[in-house]
């Protein structure tokens, strides 16, 4: 059993981006699910599927290389299981000045910095990517 699952997945693609392999597999979540959902909406990623195992579902990452270099150059695990961020609607951080990208979970569910910016809304920064 992983105590966090976040920060496995984001060891997984950061592995799989460091051999530039071409996709990434791990168990599927909810959480995992939507924030695929968010690093494709914002390019970070190509495409995901959700694959059928015999008891529980793979989410399957296909990464996004433009002239043979990764898209996403960092991931950072911001909130962790023993020392939870949070931050309200007016604290919201703004990644590598704007051009990466926070994840958070917030009461209208998992969004992006940009996001929670429009709805004006706070929560528990999940984690940055750039």
Not at 41 to 61: M, N, P, Q, S
Request: with cysteine.
């Amino acid at each position: 059993m992983l105590t966090d699952p976040i920060a496995d997945m984001l060891t997984r693609i950061r592995n799989a981006v460091r051999i530039r392999a071409e996709k990434v597999d791990m168990p599927l979540s909810k959480m995992r699910l939507e924030i695929a959902k968010i690093l494709k909406e914002d390019g970070f990623i190509k495409a995901y599927k959700v694959l059928k195992d015999r008891r529980h579902g793979i989410l399957r990452i296909i990464l996004k290389y433009v002239d043979n270099e990764s898209v996403i150059s960092g991931l950072k695990r911001v909130s962790k299981p023993g020392r939870r961020v949070y931050v309200g609607s007016k604290e919201i951080p703004k990644v590598m000045g704007g051009l990466g990208l926070a994840i958070l979970t917030t009461s209208r569910g998992v969004l992006s910095n940009k996001v929670c910016r429009n709805e004006n809304v706070g929560g528990e920064v999940l984690c940055y990517v750039w």
